[in-house]
Structure formats: structure tokens, C-alpha cells
């Protein structure tokens, strides 16, 4: 069973216009509400390649009933969500159909209350002892300590199960010295942010400097970099896609927990996220996959070794 955790859940409203303009009104054509955060969406396409998967994190409110009641409806996925009292957030997503740009609108999300987050500590106790891989993913609400994913990657540790971080500021730095597994930034905001370094690799190296074990780069089209003990290799997509890049690094969570769990070589866990990635952007809504698109990419992905390992 491969856990997820989304301590920021969402319900996630796509809006499909025409054109995005600012300063105007816009006519909505299709419109889906789903549940949402990250972590939710990577549980989405691990339960949609007939993985098991158990979704945790935090929810509450109307807004958390709604996405409790839509998780119900998705094959293979377990809800282990514990409930706070505030209430959980809206994402709303703007997708332009005549460029295929998504522009995001994403809410702070609940406070937490001290008590509410030792509960919420104590279920995670119990679930990452059934895990074979815990991927952690996304912002954390109002009232969470910034090293609330620490304590979590050391639980999961202190276990023997390996973790995939999916996060950003202070959240991810405050985590690296409990030595999560792997650490998925992007190399456009997440990584410069957190290291001050401009080129990926220097930006990686540091973060498993700081802790990481290994460190997969999103870079959109320019597909992953990854720097880990065996070594630097970067995987490229066959070629460049247009649609909604919004769920395309939570499917290439998903790989990289899946690819752990299996115990796969580098190579093919990195092939297969740049295909499971592209085939997230063909879809309108986060959390879904186009299975050509999949099919397409898993045999054209290139996937180069660029040299050997650093010890750290």
C-alpha cells in the first residue's frame, strides 16, 4: 500500500473558458469539482493504475464533506482523512482553451489547532506501519509547525518506510534533516527559492547536502533531473505538449512513489514519470491521465547518465 498525505486538502474547481483575459468577464463552458491537493491528486493516479493506495491528511467543514463524499467514488483508494474543525479550502483552476495556460487561484486552507495535529500525528503513526511508500505532498495549512513534515518523514523512518517529498519553503527545508528518500522540487520557483542556486544541479546537490537522499527536478517540458547516490541522469520527453501542466508533477510523484515501492532502477522510475507527467498535461483536471498519451511516451522518453555519483 503506498500512503499519501495531503495536510492542505482541496476541493479543486476547474473552470474551461474560451480566452483569459483580465479586466473582463468570461462565460464558463465545462466546469469539474473534484477533490484535491496534491497529495490527493497523486493518490488519484496511483488508484487509476490499480495501485492500492490510502489517502490521509486533513479535512473539514462542508468543503471537506465534499471531498470526502467524491474520494468514495474512486476505485482502489482507501480515505484515511481526519477531521479538523475549520474549514477546508477551494482551489480554482482558469483553463484558456485557446492556449491551453491554466491560471490558479489557491486558498490558505484551515487553522489547525495544536490538538487537532497530534491527532492527525497519531492516525499517521498507525497507517505508515501498513505503507510500503509514504509520499508527502503540498502546502501546509494555517497553525502547522513549518517542521510538521519532518516529524513525519522521522516517524516514517524510525518505521523503515521510504518517503517522496512534494513541497516548498520553509516546509521543505525544515524536512531535509530527516533525510527523506526523495525530494521532488521544481527547478523554476521551488528550487532556486530554497538553495539561492539558478542551475538545477548545483541547486540538487545542495539539497542532498542538506539532507536529501535523492532529488528529482521538474523543469515542465524540459522533463526531470534527477541526482541520487548512483548518480546524475536527466529523462526528456519525446516531444513538447500543450494542455494543463497542473497535475503533471503530482503524476510524476506518483512514478517515483510507485518506482520505490518496486524497488525499480533509476532509469525506468525516471522514464516512467516523464511519460505518466505528459500524460497528466493531455488531461483538463489534475489527478487524471491520458492513457494514449501514456503509451505514447513510456518507449520515446530519452533518458541520459550524465556522470557518476557524489558521495554525501
Known amino acids: 500500500m ?6 492542505n486538502a482541496a476541493l479543486d474547481v476547474t473552470y474551461g473558458v474560451d480566452s483569459l483575459r483580465p479586466r473582463t468577464s468570461h462565460r464558463v463552458g465545462a466546469v469539474d469539482r473534484r477533490a484535491g491537493g496534491k497529495g490527493v491528486d497523486v493518490a488519484r493516479v496511483l488508484a487509476g493504475r490499480g495501485r492500492a493506495v490510502t489517502v490521509t491528511g486533513l479535512v473539514g467543514g462542508p468543503t471537506g464533506a465534499l471531498v470526502r463524499e467524491d474520494l468514495r467514488a474512486v476505485r482502489g483508494l482507501r480515505d484515511a ?13 482558469v483553463v484558456s482553451g485557446d492556449d491551453g495556460d491554466a491560471t490558479v487561484f489557491n486558498e490558505r486552507g484551515p487553522q ?26 503540498g502546502s501546509l495549512p494555517p497553525g502547522l509547525p513549518s517542521d510538521a513534515y519532518a516529524q513525519l518523514v522521522a516517524r516514517a523512518a524510525e518505521t523503515g518506510v521510504p518517503t517522496v517529498l512534494d513541497t516548498s519553503g520553509a516546509p521543505l527545508l525544515d524536512a531535509l534533516g530527516a533525510r527523506p528518500d526523495v525530494v521532488k ?19 540538487a546537490e ?54 520505490l515501492a518496486d524497488g525499480a532502477h533509476w532509469g525506468d522510475v525516471l522514464s516512467d514519470a516523464v511519460a505518466l507527467s505528459g500524460a497528466a498535461v493531455a488531461c483538463p483536471v489534475a489527478g487524471d491521465v491520458d492513457a494514449a498519451t501514456y503509451e505514447r511516451f513510456r518507449t520515446t522518453v530519452t533518458v541520459e547518465d550524465l556522470h557518476a555519483p557524489q558521495p554525501h
Open 112 to 137: 489547525v489547532s495544536p490538538s487537532e495535529w497530534r491527532a492527525f500525528a497519531g492516525r499517521f503513526a498507525e497507517l505508515v506501519r501498513e505503507a510500503s511508500v509514504v509520499a508527502l505532498c
Open 206 to 259: 545542495r539539497l542532498r547536502g542538506l539532507g536529501a537522499r535523492s532529488v528529482v527536478v521538474s523543469s515542465g517540458p524540459g522533463g526531470l533531473l534527477a541526482v541520487t547516490p548512483e548518480g546524475r541522469r536527466r529523462a526528456v520527453p519525446p516531444e513538447r505538449l500543450a494542455g494543463n501542466p497542473t497535475g503533471a508533477g503530482d503524476a510524476c510523484v506518483a512514478a517515483l512513489a510507485a518506482g
Open 81 to 93: 482523512l481526519v477531521p479538523v474543525s475549520g474549514e477546508s479550502r477551494r482551489t480554482v483552476t
Open 2 to 7: 503506498i500512503l499519501t498525505v495531503t495536510l
Open 185 to 203: 522540487p521544481n527547478a523554476a520557483a521551488e528550487l532556486a527559492s530554497a538553495t539561492g542556486c539558478e542551475d538545477a544541479g548545483a541547486g
